[in-house]
């Protein structure tokens, strides 16, 4: 249980900010969540289409060697 | 001769070669239409003090009868964020855009053709954005121009340069050319290297030009094609304009046209959609056989490009994210950076597992059509701070709009090409032809009928809309 008068408790390893490296202060992280909405809304969108078995279109090609 | 801003290339470079006009005669009328009507439009942000000397040694080379480049005296401005050994590259930021003073590949291939650079042309910041401000649009000064390469295409449609350099990531050639009554060409994904501009989102980004015909766009693509060394997409082929010009006289006769009903006919304003359909009844008339289908599979598109577009420009920024520097960009262009930390690895790999899953089902269509043709654009050119259109009573964001025809092209990174077809409230109106991954002969070929039945677009009267 965390100490309620500690000036700067540790940050919940729940916290969603601090789970995805979000390092804005609270106020511009969310203006900048409430703008993202409608965007999420598509994303969201995007992980529900299923696509059966389509190599992303990023193909990694080892660097140097002879052509 | 004292109309000669109003000329494409074509006509321009036989002018040159005969000796009818000097390289220096033709950059003073370009740079007399800039002073005219540049304080009111805002296209450039930089001009070539070395333009003059450049076109001196041009007249002399012509005169000689030396072995010269196929642009040799021709003026053409460069999109802010192609780096340029003689001129300051910006990207359109206030911040330190970090370029180093060396010839971007594309800007170098024009400029070993003969090319005169002619000056920089004003974009949206870090090419994230629609409206390029303070530009306007030359056809209604409280327009916008469209963009991320708005100065680009208000410098063609005003006489103010040959043509023009832009880059294309979700719509920033095709739409300042629609909204300006340009030609504009994102070809095939790899074609004109990238290197030396000022990276948007690596996979989706595209370079191209926009110009006053499609003989020109075809020109300047097929001098700016092939091997980049410095840009790992580039696919090292080089596009033949003689095969160009060879399909571009091919005529609508027999040509395969697609419309793909769903999503590119979607929340048409009515004055676009009926400049669109009378261009694709005169293809249709011409000779053209018309195929319509749908893919459904476009519905979820948007999500992909934001997941790769603004995770891509994120990681570019990640550095002055992490140094606070994005507090000096525009706040527009601030937000979208900042906003790529929401985009997750899986949904960044679910966006470009999405690009192979379409690409393959365009790739069956295009086995027995040649293009695929819609509107460029849903709208016309909006008013400057208008936030929203109304399209079949549904309200919606004009920045969502003007890029949801242009940005699967970037998706597929398949060649596009916005050519104009007409007008709606006194405004360009543009049409767009797809073609497979390097089917620009087709692209080009479908193009070029078009330009023929409907015309070229006038260019803007920079005279009258001073008044």
Redesign the interface.
């Known amino acids: 249980m965390s100490d309620p008068t500690d000036p700067d408790p540790p940050t919940s390893p729940l916290d969603p900010a601090h789970l995805?490296?979000?390092d804005?202060d609270p106020e511009?992280l969310y203006?900048?969540?409430a703008?993202?909405e409608?965007?999420?809304k598509?994303?969201?969108?995007?992980?529900e289409?299923q696509?059966d078995d389509?190599?992303?279109?990023?193909v990694f090609r080892p660097i140097g060697g002879e052509p | 001769m004292s109309e000669l801003w109003k000329e494409p290339i074509t006509e321009l470079v036989a002018l040159l070669r005969t000796g009818k006009v000097s390289p220096v005669t033709l950059l003073e009328t370009y740079l007399e239409r800039i002073a005219a009507a540049d304080g009111a439009l805002e296209a450039y942000v930089h001009l070539n003090e070395g333009a003059r000397t450049q076109a001196e040694a041009a007249h002399k080379a012509l005169r000689n009868g030396d072995d010269v480049g196929p642009l040799t005296g021709i003026p053409i401005a460069i999109k802010d964020n192609y780096a340029t050994s003689d001129m300051p590259t910006t990207a359109g930021s206030k911040v330190d855009a970090g370029v180093r003073p060396v010839d971007a590949n594309a800007v170098a291939r024009l400029r070993a053709a003969g090319a005169l650079l002619i000056g920089k042309t004003r974009m949206h910041e870090f090419a994230w954005g629609m409206e390029t401000p303070p530009c306007a649009n030359p056809f209604d000064l409280t327009r916008v121009p469209g963009g991320s390469s708005g100065g680009s295409g208000v410098a063609v449609a005003a006489g103010m340069a040959a043509a023009a350099l832009g880059s294309d990531t979700g719509g920033s050639i095709r739409i300042p050319a629609s909204m300006c009554g340009t030609v504009g060409l994102k070809p095939t994904f790899g074609c004109i290297g990238r290197s030396g501009i000022v990276p948007h989102s690596w996979?989706l980004d595209h370079a191209g030009p926009l110009t006053t015909s499609v003989g020109d766009a075809a020109l300047l693509t097929a001098i700016m094609s092939g091997p980049d060394a410095g840009d790992p997409g580039s696919d090292g082929r080089q596009l033949d304009f003689g095969a160009l010009k060879s399909a571009m006289d091919g005529g609508a006769t027999g040509l395969r046209v697609g419309l793909c009903r769903n999503h590119f006919f979607d929340g048409i304003t009515p004055g676009v959609a009926a400049e669109v359909e009378r261009t694709i009844n005169a293809l249709s008339a011409a000779g053209a056989q018309v195929t319509e289908f749908t893919v459904p599979?476009l519905?979820?598109g948007?999500?992909?490009i934001?997941?790769i577009e603004?995770a891509s420009s994120t990681v570019f920024h990640d550095a002055r994210l992490r140094r606070g520097e994005v507090s000096n960009f525009s706040p527009d262009v601030r937000?979208l950076v900042?906003?790529g930390?929401?985009?997750?690895g899986s949904?960044y790999?679910?966006?470009?597992?999405?690009?192979?899953?379409l690409?393959?089902i365009f790739a069956e269509y295009f086995e027995n059509i040649d293009v695929v043709v819609s509107p460029t654009m849903p709208l016309v050119a909006w008013e400057k701070g208008e936030r929203q259109v109304e399209i079949d009573g549904v309200p919606e964001s004009v920045l969502?709009v003007s890029w949801r025809l242009t940005y699967p092209w970037n998706l597929l990174g398949l060649p596009a090409i916005s050519v104009p077809c007409g007008q709606s409230d006194g405004l360009p109106v543009g049409i767009q032809i797809a073609g497979p991954a390097f089917g620009e002969a087709k692209v080009m070929r479908a193009a070029a009928a078009i330009e023929t039945l409907i015309g070229r677009y006038p260019k803007a009267n920079i005279e009258t809309t001073h008044q």
């Open positions: 995805l490296g979000l804005l511009r203006e900048v969540a703008a993202f409608d965007i999420r598509s994303i969201e969108a995007l992980r289409y696509i389509a190599h992303p279109a990023v | 996979s599979a519905s979820v948007l999500g992909a934001f997941a603004l937000l900042e906003m930390r929401f985009v997750t949904d790999l679910k966006a470009e597992s999405y690009r192979r899953h690409g393959e969502a």
